[in-house]
């Protein structure tokens, strides 16, 4: 159960009926923290403009009592010294080259990163996330053709009253989603911030994928909700992080989960696996290490002469070309003669220092094995996309990727369930998918993926929900161990 209590500086009798306790500065000062009180979050309406203002204290006093306070202290001291150093104005620079600044209104005001001008809500969101206040006023300028934004914190007292109105709408839409503390049917436990990308090609999940999710995770008694990176204003308002997102080191995925470990969430995939992952030079040579069978590979610098009579004497035509970073077989390439081994590494060098080849080994299909915790939940036969060597064809918009087929993890050779096994102890503990070939009785691992592919009928096909709940079975038993 979670509890959000509103504090304002004196009475405001308005703020009463949106699923929320209100109280006044003095109360919250006085009455709080209270006895087996329940996880409390805190929406600071009071005036937070001067230092040792009531506003500010209330914050503070938050953070000293475990509270989670919007604005925070950091956010109200940030806004408070850029505006000293600004005359009053918070200067924040965003690319929306198909905006001009006479085609919309100037001056906005933005109510908890919503704001009612169309064009503008992605900023807004992107503000919200850096400067998490109730109210911030944005003014747009035109500085040599480029849109760029200035950006102050807002009184309450400030608003006209349709402004008000406004402001109620949207405190009782944030109150329900993000802050959960309404009337719902059933009381969740915990709650878990799902991140997706709309707007991502080929994610992990498909959307009937994630819908199955969150229904799992209440039967777990996790509220979850599918949020893209511009909505997790603040991730610490959640117990768990669960990320369906391509994930990448140079990316925001991978800044997302160090930040939500350090807020101490349970997540996945953690950073560590996003890191051991992502990149093939490490899997390759902890693979080496740990004696995990795989195909033979070799890291490479340069293309010079003695390099490329050394490839062709190990591996010799075709050997496969991979980046030391990609996912769904972007990456990676097949050379077939000497003209075309030069031509690619030229390429991928221009990009990454180091590269890898690897033995050519066709196969009809690849097996996929999903293994969280240690242990197979799934497996896959991936067939190649049609006249092609790889299971997906990047450049094929109508075969794209071939068919599958979806096994009991008892049906799989004992060799491939081993070898995905034994590749898994080296990233970790978490929700992984191995990539393995299989000849004459032989596994050869290809790669570990943090992140794995689930999708609605493809990946669950054999045990349908079950699936989805052994997922979040896993994050109920993380949260019970971390003991709050």
Request: hydrophobic share 40%.
């Amino acid at each position: 159960m979670i509890k959000t209590l509103l504090v304002v500086d004196s009475g405001e009798e308005d703020f009463a009926g949106y699923g929320a306790e209100v109280v006044t500065f003095g109360q919250y000062l006085n009455d709080f923290p209270q006895q087996n009180e329940p996880k409390t979050r805190i929406i600071n309406l009071c005036d937070t403009e001067t230092y040792l203002s009531k506003g500010y204290y209330c914050s503070l006093l938050a953070e000293a009592r475990s509270h989670i306070a919007l604005p925070s202290v950091k956010t109200i001291n940030e806004l408070r010294f850029l505006s000293s150093e600004s005359g009053s104005m918070l200067h924040f620079t965003g690319a929306v080259p198909e905006l001009e600044v006479s085609d919309i209104p100037r001056e906005h005001l933005v109510y908890f990163g919503k704001i009612d001008e169309p064009s503008l809500k992605k900023v807004a969101g992107k503000i919200f996330a850096q400067y998490p206040a109730p109210i911030l006023k944005i003014t747009l300028q035109d500085s040599a053709g480029k849109l760029s934004f200035n950006i102050k914190r807002w009184p309450l007292g400030a608003l006209t009253s349709a402004q008000r109105v406004d402001f109620m709408v949207r405190l009782g839409e944030f109150i329900q989603t993000v802050w959960r503390t309404g009337a719902p049917q059933k009381r969740h436990r915990w709650e878990m911030a799902i991140l997706v990308n709309p707007e991502e090609k080929n994610p992990p999940s498909d959307k009937e994928a994630i819908a199955r999710f969150i229904k799992a995770a209440a039967k777990q008694g996790i509220h979850a909700e599918a949020l893209s990176i511009d909505q997790l204003q603040n991730i610490s308002h959640y117990d768990a992080l669960f990320i369906r997102e391509t994930t990448g080191i140079d990316h925001h995925t991978y800044r997302l989960a160090l930040k939500a470990e350090k807020s101490g969430l349970v997540v996945m995939d953690d950073s560590a696996s996003i890191l051991r992952c992502c990149n093939k030079v490490f899997l390759h040579d902890a693979f080496s290490y740990q004696n995990v069978p795989s195909l033979r590979t070799e890291v490479i610098t340069d293309r010079s002469d003695a390099t490329l009579e050394q490839l062709e004497q190990q591996f010799s035509y075709p050997m496969v070309l991979k980046m030391p970073e990609g996912s769904f077989s972007n990456g990676v390439f097949k050379a077939t003669t000497r003209s075309e081994l030069v031509e690619r590494l030229d390429r991928l060098f221009e990009t990454s220092a180091l590269v890898l080849a690897q033995e050519y080994l066709f196969t009809d299909y690849d097996w996929r094995i999903g293994v969280l915790n240690g242990r197979a939940i799934f497996a896959c036969k991936y067939r190649m996309a049609r006249n092609h060597w790889q299971i997906y064809n990047h450049n094929s918009k109508r075969y794209f990727s071939g068919g599958f087929e979806t096994l009991p993890t008892f049906e799989v050779p004992k060799v491939v369930l081993d070898a995905a096994i034994k590749a898994c102890k080296i990233i970790g503990n978490g929700l992984y998918g191995v990539d393995i070939k299989e000849v004459d009785g032989r596994a050869y691992v290809i790669e570990v993926n943090d992140n794995p592919s689930m999708d609605y009928k493809v990946e669950d096909a054999y045990l349908g929900d079950e699936l989805y709940m052994q997922v979040m079975a896993e994050f109920c038993r993380r949260l019970e161990l971390r003991g709050r």
